[in-house]
Nanobody, 126 residues
């Protein structure tokens, strides 16, 4: 199983980035997909998640209204659109997958996700 995250980079405050996570050896359609991030000196934290069906999404408070998670099961990938970025969003962003029989469940706990990508660095300058 491989989750390949991409789309990170450097952007000025107020700017936008779209992260993508392409899966191989795993069907995105059979998994809850999540994005997490690790800010400098902090533990990895939940950012956003989307159910198998795509009809349920969850966002951490810092992401609500700014970030949008989406999935494309045909392309076997999940994306995270991030608008209104601030320097406090600087960190490494990881995608993760969790096999689920529920089409509506979204998990926010990192320990529930067995599959992880390598991370992509997002740097927001002031």
């Amino acid at each position: 199983v491989q989750l390949q995250a991409s789309g990170g980079g450097m952007v000025q405050a107020g700017g936008s980035l779209t992260l993508s996570c392409e899966a191989s050896g795993l069907a995105v359609s059979a998994n809850v997909m999540g994005w997490f991030r690790q800010l400098p000196g902090k533990e990895r934290e939940f950012v956003a998640g989307i159910s198998r069906s795509g009809s349920s999404t969850r966002y951490e408070d810092h992401a609500k209204g700014r970030f949008t998670i989406s999935r494309d099961n045909a392309k076997n990938l999940v994306s995270l659109r991030m608008n209104g970025l601030t320097p406090e969003d600087t960190g490494v962003y990881y995608c993760a997958a969790k096999r689920s029989f529920s089409t509506l469940q979204v998990s926010t706990a990192r320990e529930n996700y067995p599959y992880w990508g390598q991370g992509t660095l997002v740097t927001v300058s002031s």
